[in-house]
């Protein structure tokens, strides 16, 4: 079955609704609650530096969350209101997920991914909702699609192919870490399932993989915290 085939057989299909539901109702809260997530706070303070500086920030070089920043910051430039401004700072971290999902299910068209994304969404809604410029959060988005390329890079067979995969893969590695360095935990914990899962080829190329993934987090941690 072709990769087209598979994504709109019925149960992919309902995979698909559920989690576009999911970020539809995460983007109906963050326009409803737009004050709450961007006023109070941390994320007041946050909102305050970005207004009062009009330019992106960030703390302890979690440079990251500069992305989700840009449209708000935007709207500051060209004089936009206040409320306009902190609807779309609020609306811009689902906007976010939702990119992130869309390059999953439609670029890469991976299966687990679109099972996974919408519920580590969904489970750390109770906690940071409320505090949606956590770099922790944000972050772990990101580690789904580093996860989905990681497994690119162990089914790969051609040499070219293995190395752009390769590639991809550090490079989506160093962007995560510059949002949380605690995201080398849950990095830990996939490099550690896929070895489980893994043949000996998959296992040798995790280890020599995952070995400069996580030395690149303790250089981060050491020299720019």
């Known amino acids: ?28 809260f963050a326009w409803t609650y737009y004050l709450e997530r961007t006023a109070c706070a941390d994320s007041a303070f946050f909102s305050w530096l970005m207004i009062d500086e009009q330019s992106p920030v960030s703390v302890l070089g979690r440079y990251g969350s500069w992305l989700v920043q840009l449209p708000a910051v935007v709207l500051i430039w060209i004089g936009a209101p206040l ?52 770099e922790l959060y944000q972050g772990l988005s990101f580690t789904i699609l580093l996860w989905v390329v990681i497994g690119r890079v162990l089914q790969a067979d051609a040499r070219r192919s293995y190395f752009r995969w390769l590639a991809l893969a550090l490079a989506l590695n160093v962007w995560n870490s510059f949002y949380h360095q605690l995201l080398v935990l849950p990095l830990i914990f996939i490099l550690g399932y896929e070895f489980l899962a893994s043949d000996r080829r998959g296992r040798i190329r995790l280890l020599l993989m995952g070995g400069v993934m996580v030395l690149w987090y303790l250089v981060r941690i050491k020299t720019m915290a």
């Open 83 to 134: 409320r306009t401004v902190l609807h779309v700072y609020s609306l811009s971290f689902i906007i976010f997920h939702a990119i992130i999902y869309w390059i999953l299910v439609f670029k890469l068209k991976d299966r687990r991914a679109m099972f996974a994304l919408p519920i580590t969404l969904t489970a750390g809604l109770h906690y940071m909702f409320y505090y949606g410029i956590s």
């Open 1 to 28: 079955m072709s990769e087209s085939a598979q994504l709109n057989a019925p149960g992919q299909r309902t995979i698909l609704i559920a989690g576009t539901v999911v970020l539809a109702v995460l983007g109906a």
